[in-house]
């Protein structure tokens, strides 16, 4: 590293510090009056930077040097082992990718998804009501981003306005419940069932529309949503919202809270799971690859006979399904709705889940939005610097890895002659 790097570094940390000032020095004590001065965390701000500039550097250096080759070496014919198949040799990337492809082998599949079906099912009992409620909100949020996955990963039509269709869902079942006693089966299946029209109904007008102009298109329906909620005064309780929605009901038992959290919490994995199979289903079938054609280039689809209308109104309405199921799922948890927990920074959580999780992945998805949900509360013991740490989260992986956590591969189909074919 060059002496200009690190005075840049330098410049950068001594920038930082300014900026923070007057949060991480000043401290406004409303009480008596008073001011607190906390120099002390300027030089812990300067340093921080400095060295995490440096790391930076380094890492980005690194990055753009190509790696060196393994030197060689003799087989061994007794082991059959060569360096690059041994456990010390290659770089860590090379280490890690051969321990991910001894892992994902067929006969590790099983016993490692049962591990983790265990795992999720015995999670309730593992853990605290706490962490279950936060479970149960990063899970609503995995349904949330493999829906909208359908529409972005696999179609490439940015969708800015997806948490319309949640709030939907949620408000179908706080009205049903308010005016006619709806209880939660009875309004899972129609809060879903409305999403997809409010989805159809906004594929309509927006099928000819295309990257940034559908994105403000979609955000504009989002906002017009959540203002027809909190307008809507005597049907949606306005501003005040619904208040007092009943959590789901096991044969009419009474259940407290926990058990009710409970309860709550393997409905939600049931309905993760269906969403999952139907999701990976729909991905492999003749529509979802039609999806991926038009997402890639929806010209050249349209000359190859992929009808583009039908094929964006069904993405569309399939994505709105999820999103209304979830929805209803999340008034029955909360118990409590209304318009300021559908704002257009709800659905940017969303598309975040998909874009670091990795576009068109199920399961980087998946990893996607645990991990944003998850990881904002688990930091909670680092009040002040939480966000801080997660934006620095991101940033870096955003820098290393572009693509998501884990990238959609590919399908390849490679066509062989037959040996008579060959042999003539």
């Not at 493999?146 to 709030?167: D, E, P, R």
Request: proline residues 4%; contains cysteine; aromatic residues 12%.
């Amino acid at each position: 590293m060059s002496f200009q790097e690190i005075k840049r570094t330098l410049g950068v940390a001594l920038w930082f510090v300014f900026l923070t000032f007057p949060i991480m020095v000043i401290r406004v004590n409303q009480v008596d009056m008073t001011i607190q001065w906390r120099w002390y965390n300027m030089f812990y701000v300067g340093i921080g930077t400095f060295v995490g500039g440096l790391i930076w550097r380094f890492a980005l250096a690194r990055r753009k040097t190509p790696g060196k080759p393994a030197p060689a070496a003799t087989t061994k014919t007794d082991t059959n082992e060569t360096p690059a198949d041994s456990a010390g040799g290659g770089s860590i990337k090379d280490r890690f990718a051969r321990l991910w492809g001894t892992v994902t082998q067929q006969k590790y599949r099983r016993p490692i998804y049962a591990a983790g079906l265990v795992l999720l099912l015995a999670f309730p009992i593992l853990s605290s009501l706490y962490q279950t409620s936060i479970m149960i909100t990063a899970l609503i949020y995995v349904m949330l981003a493999l829906g909208l996955n359908i529409v972005i990963g696999l179609g490439g039509m940015l969708h800015l306005g997806y948490i319309a269709f949640f709030a939907v869902g949620a408000y179908t079942y706080g009205i049903l419940y308010k005016f006619f006693g709806i209880g939660f089966w009875v309004a899972l299946p129609l809060g879903a069932i409305l999403a997809t029209l409010a989805g159809v109904l906004l594929a309509l007008p927006v099928i000819r529309l295309r990257g940034d102009y559908l994105a403000i298109v979609t955000l504009g329906f989002a906002e017009i949503v959540r203002i027809v909620f909190n307008n809507l005064t005597p049907i949606t309780g306005g501003p005040q919202g619904i208040g007092g929605i009943p959590r789901p009901s096991l044969f009419g038992i009474d259940m407290n809270l926990s058990a009710a959290t409970t309860y709550t919490y393997y409905i939600i994995v049931a309905a993760v799971a269906l969403t999952i199979f139907v999701v990976w289903r729909f991905e492999n079938s003749r529509l979802g690859r039609a999806l991926v054609a038009m997402g890639e280039d929806d010209i050249a689809a349209e000359a190859m006979g992929i009808d583009i209308t039908r094929t964006k109104v069904i993405a569309f309405a399939l994505g709105s399904f999820w999103a209304g199921l979830g929805g209803v799922i999340f008034a029955s948890r909360t118990t409590f709705i209304n318009p300021a927990s559908f704002t257009v920074w709800q659905s940017v959580i969303v598309l975040s889940c998909v874009v670091l999780g990795g576009m068109g992945s199920i399961p980087g998805v998946i990893v996607g939005a645990l991990g944003l949900i998850l990881i904002p509360e688990y930091l909670r013991a680092f009040s002040d610097y939480r966000m801080l740490m997660f934006g620095a989260i991101l940033v870096t992986m955003m820098v290393f890895r572009p693509g998501g956590l884990i990238q959609k591969k590919r399908k390849a189909y490679t066509f062989q002659a037959d040996a008579g074919e060959a042999s003539s």
